[in-house]
């Protein structure tokens, strides 16, 4: 069984930094595409940033140029390195990944939260 261990969230001041890290474990061949998800309170869960095991990224509007994602693919673990922190990035960070097995199984994180005061 696959699982997805998020860690780094915290509370950061606005204009702060924090890094996200993921790792996958299990019964595991590969997973492709790897991703970072959010969700704040009333809001549904929205793409921040994936990337490919190739290393093609894609990014919300919103955090592009603050944002970086990256990967290990020997270890299965994401980054997510955040700077330039808004308090409107306050959310539940999600990690995610593809399994390589079927473009049908997502597997998820039980996220960490992220706060940023003003």
């Known amino acids: 069984q696959v699982q997805l261990v998020e860690s780094g969230g915290g509370l950061v001041q606005a204009g702060g930094s924090l890094r996200l890290s993921c790792a996958a474990s299990?019964?595991?061949?590969?997973?492709?595409?790897m991703g970072w998800y959010r969700q704040a309170p009333g809001k549904q869960r929205e793409l921040v940033a994936s990337?490919?095991?190739?290393?093609?990224?894609n990014y919300a509007d919103s955090v592009k140029g603050r944002f970086t994602i990256s990967r290990d693919n020997a270890k299965n673990t994401v980054y997510l390195q955040m700077n330039s922190l808004k308090p409107e990035d306050t959310a539940v960070y999600y990690c995610?990944?593809?399994?390589?097995?079927?473009?049908?199984?997502?597997?998820w994180g039980q996220g960490t939260q992220v706060t940023v005061s003003s």
């Open positions: 299990g019964s595991i061949f590969s997973i492709d595409p």
């Open positions: 995610s990944g593809d399994a390589g097995w079927s473009a049908r199984v997502r597997y």
């Open positions: 990337i490919t095991s190739g290393g093609s990224t």
